[in-house]
Nanobody
Framework: QVQLVESGGGLVQAGGSLRLSCAAS?????MAWFRQAPGKEREFVAV???????????YYADSVTGRFTISRDNGKNTVYLQMDSLKPEDTAVYYC???????????????????WGQGTQVTVSS
């Protein structure tokens, strides 16, 4: 069982930046961020998956491409989400997720991941 602990959420004005962190208690192949706004379904934000050796790939939701960056410190079993140029529509609870080899066709699906964090609130004011 892998435990995930998120941190870094908060309140920020539109155009500002936040950096989320998620520390895992063990090593995983894939680590991702999802978010859920009130009354909406949980949606994919970004994923980082090791594909062998030091090679990895990352994917982003269209809504955050160019503004958010996912990165990973494998030595610390930690994934980060740098969020820049934040918009009010980015307001949501952000969840960290982790799992094994997920692959291109399934990374955006919450059920593809085995472990979830408790979530951290991000609020962007206009």
């Amino acid at each position: 069982q892998v435990q995930l602990v998120e941190s870094g959420g908060g309140l920020v004005q539109a155009g500002g930046s936040l950096r989320l962190s998620c520390a895992a208690s063990g090593r995983t192949v894939s680590m991702a961020w999802f978010r859920q706004a009130p009354g909406k379904e949980r949606e994919f934000v970004a994923v980082h998956e090791w594909s062998g050796g030091i090679t990895y790939y990352t994917y982003y939701a269209d809504s955050v491409t160019g503004r958010f960056t996912i990165s990973r410190d494998n030595g610390k079993n930690t994934v980060y989400l740098q969020m820049d140029s934040l918009k009010p529509e980015d307001t949501a609870v952000y969840y960290c997720a982790a799992g094994g080899n997920i692959g291109y066709n399934s990374y955006y699906t919450p059920r593809s991941y085995d472990y979830w964090g408790q979530g951290t609130q991000v609020t962007v004011s206009s």
